[in-house]
C-alpha cells in the first residue's frame, strides 16, 4: 500500500471522553502502510515521532490499529470517497484522543 499523507488544520483533545481544547493548529500526518496493508507507520509533524501499529478491525468507515507500543492507539476515518476525515491518536494510559481534522 502507499503512503499517504494528510494535512490536518486542527485538532480537539478529549480527556476522560469529555472535549477540553480545540486548537488551530496545522499537523502533517504521514501514513506509511506495509505492502498488505496490516502494519502502519504513523508520524505526526512536528510532535509525534514514528509509531508502528497492526491493523485491529474496523467500524464501517473507522480503521483502528493497535500500537506496538501497548499504551498507542490509533484510528483512521475516511469518507465514502477513501480520503480521510479524521485521524486519531489515542493513549490509553491517559485516557487520551487527539482528533486531527481537515
Same mark, same amino acid.
Request: proline share 7%; net charge neutral.
Given at each position: ?6 494535512? *490536518? ?20 500526518? #504521514? ?13 505526526? /509533524?512536528?510532535? /509525534?515521532?514514528?509509531? #508502528? ?9 473507522? @480503521?483502528?490499529?493497535?500500537?506496538? $507500543? ?10 465514502? $470517497? ?5 485521524? *486519531?491518536?489515542?493513549? /490509553?494510559?491517559?485516557?487520551?484522543? /487527539?482528533?486531527? @481534522?481537515?
Amino acid at each position: 500500500m502507499p503512503t499517504i499523507h494528510f494535512q *490536518s488544520s486542527n485538532h480537539k483533545r478529549f480527556e476522560n471522553g469529555i472535549q477540553v481544547s480545540h486548537d488551530y493548529v496545522p499537523r502533517f500526518i #504521514q501514513l506509511d502502510y506495509s505492502p498488505n496493508g496490516a502494519m502502519l507507520t504513523i508520524s505526526i /509533524l512536528p510532535t /509525534l515521532s514514528p509509531k #508502528q501499529a497492526m491493523f485491529a478491525g474496523d467500524n464501517g468507515s473507522v @480503521l483502528v490499529y493497535n500500537g506496538f $507500543d501497548p499504551d498507542y492507539r490509533f484510528e483512521v476515518e475516511t469518507k465514502p $470517497d477513501n480520503t480521510i476525515r479524521r485521524v *486519531s491518536v489515542i493513549r /490509553l494510559d491517559r485516557n487520551l484522543e /487527539l482528533k486531527f @481534522l481537515e
